[in-house]
């Protein structure tokens, strides 16, 4: 994508991607890289319209929130508020990596910056509304993390966000899966470390946690097919 933005044509980007050793060799290889061009090039559209005009610096930030000293950076920001993007689809990683930047940002609140975020993927735009108290948002995140430091929490990103978008059977589908076919996010070896072979049921407190953790980022979610997305005004 870095080569596509800077103009790079269609042979300089292939003759570097099969330099590589990420494509099989000759044809296949060859038929792959289109594939991915495709995909690329319009993704690399989708940037071009939906991003910024007006980009400003990265903005280096530290707030003190309780005890904990939370530092980092904002970047992708502008005036309309913050922009980032990703190649791939949506998913837990995702969703939780846009909303902790978008609380950052609402916490921050840095000067002729609004408080909306947006990230552009492959198949969505992402679009956090502002946060009213987004340090309450944080200390609450805050705690259940320290919480986690000592106590596992009873939460399975997968299974959780199939709770919210779904119900609780959908959870328990995709906690448990059907294997060997189909295995279920409880078959990820840290869990099975956590709770055994045998952990085919959610954890107790699992519906509450996810509810706690996700229902506030949802709640600030607007998702717009990328091709229908309109621009930033």
Do not use: M
């Amino acid at each position: 994508l870095p080569l596509c933005l800077a103009g790079a044509g269609d042979a300089g980007i292939e003759e570097i991607a099969l330099a590589g050793s990420e494509l099989p060799h000759g044809a296949p290889g060859r038929i792959a890289l289109r594939n991915e061009w495709r995909g690329l090039a319009r993704f690399r559209a989708d940037l071009i319209r939906l991003g910024p005009t007006h980009p400003l610096d990265a903005l280096p930030f530290a707030l003190t929130i309780g005890e904990v000293s939370l530092t980092g950076t904002l970047s992708g920001l502008h005036p309309g508020g913050l922009f980032g993007h990703r190649i791939g689809t949506r998913g837990a990683f995702t969703l939780w990596n846009a909303w902790l930047r978008h609380l950052c940002l609402c916490a921050v609140s840095p000067t002729d910056v609004a408080a909306r975020s947006r990230w552009l993927l492959e198949d969505v735009l992402l679009e956090f509304t502002p946060v009213e108290d987004a340090e309450a948002e944080l200390r609450k995140l805050l705690g259940r993390y320290r919480h986690g430091l000592s106590t596992p929490l009873p939460y399975a990103p997968r299974s959780a966000l199939a709770l919210i978008e779904g119900s609780a059977a959908k959870a328990v589908s995709t906690w448990a899966g059907r294997p060997p076919q189909h295995p279920g996010e409880n078959q990820d070896p840290w869990f099975r470390l956590l709770y055994g072979s045998a952990g085919d049921e959610l954890p107790a407190g699992f519906e509450t946690t996810a509810h706690a953790l996700l229902d506030p980022l949802f709640a600030h979610l607007r998702e717009t097919p990328a091709f229908d997305a309109a621009e930033d005004p």
